[in-house]
């Protein structure tokens, strides 16, 4: 060490021995780096060789970016000029935990301290060095073991909770929907009565199965206690939750039909979406929990989305669920056919929801405007594929033919459903979302005010949604094309207090 560092102070000369400080340096349990300005290695101990896989001779007088990253450098090189700029004879020690670099381009965590202070006439840097890596290893480990579920691997309530949490936050910092899940396994306790619990842990990791193959990457799946689990769906809008939920629901039932008659095991689910069915991640999680409740009391073997008003009952709820579903599945394969990745109804529900908030109106009332943006094409089940996906322009006939769906989906929805309170505007909202504030839209000729204040947001939402999706005929509007043709016909065909506030919210989420 003392060839490459010359200058040592003569007070620290006469209290340790050269020989002492050397050995020392070679024999510390921590690498040790010193370096010039120029982050030249000057000098380089035995345990940064054991750590990074350089003989001394072999870095000495080369770069130390061999080793630490070029972030951490410039760091330092920054301490360095708010060093000299102060006139001062060193600076505090400095610690991080840091990628370092080693001889064979492996990646080692290490925990770095380091300090700069002037020698003389010129400023070096110590760095002291541990590899920390197997201790982080050995961290994760067990914080892995801490939050799985020791049976079926999945993870357990405490990181349901965490997550939980931390979802809500981001979803609600970057105004995106995710969805809860709650799934409970129906005839679980009888099946464990009649063949003990060995069946019934091999119930519990057969339900792990149906989770990962039904499931995306980027779930999260826990097992909440005994026979209760909880899906996390981040991004993800009701219809979403609900396809996710029905294909598990499905898979489960599939795979357990080989089993015993005498037991009959399926799944009664729930699922609550932010920010329409909770303030916090703790009502969220309730509300999917009553949902599943819900699903249970219905006999099980169902998935339960959403809160009828109990005047409606349930076979209202369960035929709702149905509609939302067929409506799902019809707007998946046009999807599939014009070649989006999104559904329209997914994005319109969480635009036209947000601007149903803005305006404040009541709880029962969004849940009206939600059905409404899910339901609102479902009138396009009759109308014939070829006149939906034609690339060119339409002849009059099969523009009459597009223009009858919002009374098709007006009388699918009266003809299936018996609502009472809110959700008996329905109907009358999906048949009037291409109604024009001057009267001249179909089928109705509404105008003004006459036309539900649900509808004017779906409305506005249904074109912001049309000129933004790729269509046969067309391709994605441009943003700047899509605001003037808002602004154009605003208080024509669309409520310009809606439009103002749609493209408020669509500037916030940029």
């Not at 709820?317 to 999104?342: D, F, G, Q, W």
């Not at 959700?423 to 000729?445: C, D, F, Q, T």
Request: include cysteine.
């Amino acid at each position: 060490m003392g060839k490459e560092i010359s200058g040592k102070s003569d007070t620290l000369l006469q209290m340790v021995s050269p020989s002492t400080i050397d050995s020392f340096f070679e024999l510390s349990p921590d690498a040790i780096i010193f370096t010039d300005e120029e982050g030249t290695v000057l000098s380089w101990n035995k345990k940064a060789t054991d750590i990074f896989g350089y003989p001394g001779k072999d870095i000495i007088g080369k770069s130390v970016l061999m080793v630490l990253p070029g972030d951490y450098r410039r760091k330092n090189l920054i301490r360095f000029n708010r060093l000299i700029k102060s006139g001062k004879a060193s600076v505090k020690w400095d610690t991080a935990e840091i990628e370092g670099i080693k001889k064979d381009g492996e990646k080692v965590l290490i925990e770095i301290s380091s300090n700069i202070f002037k020698e003389g006439d010129r400023y070096l840097n110590v760095y002291m060095i541990r590899d920390i890596s197997r201790a982080a290893e050995l961290q994760k480990k067990l914080y892995r073991q801490a939050v799985t579920d020791h049976l079926t691997g999945l993870y357990n309530r405490r990181y349901c909770e965490e997550v939980l949490k931390s979802e809500f936050k981001r979803a609600s910092r970057y105004k995106r929907p995710f969805s809860v899940v709650v799934i409970d396994i129906d005839g679980f306790k009888q099946a464990n009565d009649l063949y003990g619990h060995y069946f019934g842990d091999e119930v519990l990791l057969e339900t792990r199965d149906v989770f990962e193959e039904t499931s995306r990457n980027l779930d999260i799946l826990c097992r909440y206690g005994g026979d209760e689990f909880v899906m996390i769906l981040p991004e993800t809008a009701k219809e979403g939750a609900i396809d996710v939920a029905e294909r598990v629901r499905s898979r489960f039932v599939e795979k357990c039909k080989k089993r015993d008659e005498r037991v009959r095991l399926s799944l009664s689910i729930g699922l609550a979406t932010f920010p329409e069915d909770g303030k916090d991640e703790k009502c969220l999680l309730e509300m999917a929990d009553r949902r599943m409740y819900n699903s249970k009391g219905k006999g099980g073997n169902v998935v339960t989305a959403y809160t009828v008003d109990g005047s409606a009952g349930t076979r209202t709820e369960s035929l709702l669920n149905s509609l939302t579903l067929l409506a799902i599945t019809l707007e998946e394969s046009r999807a599939k056919a014009l070649m989006n990745e999104t559904r329209h109804s997914q994005r319109a529900r969480v635009l036209t929801m947000d601007i149903g908030r803005e305006l404040g109106i009541s709880s029962e009332r969004l849940t009206l405007l939600e059905h409404a943006s899910i339901l609102h094409d479902i009138g396009m089940t009759f109308i014939p594929k070829e006149i939906l996906n034609k690339a060119g322009k339409l002849t009059e006939l099969e523009a009459k033919e597009i223009r009858k769906h919002p009374l098709i989906g007006e009388e699918i929805i009266e003809a299936t459903l018996s609502i009472d309170g809110e959700l008996e505007n329905l109907p009358g909202i999906v048949a009037s979302h291409h109604e024009w504030i001057n009267g001249k839209g179909y089928p109705r000729g509404l105008k003004g005010e006459d036309i539900p204040l649900e509808t004017r947001i779906l409305t506005v939402v249904d074109a912001y949604e049309s000129m933004t999706s790729y269509r046969p005929y067309r391709d994605i509007v441009e943003p700047d094309r899509v605001v003037k043709e808002l602004r154009r016909y605003a208080g024509v065909r669309y409520d310009p207090v809606i439009v103002d506030l749609l493209l408020d919210l669509e500037v916030l989420r940029r």
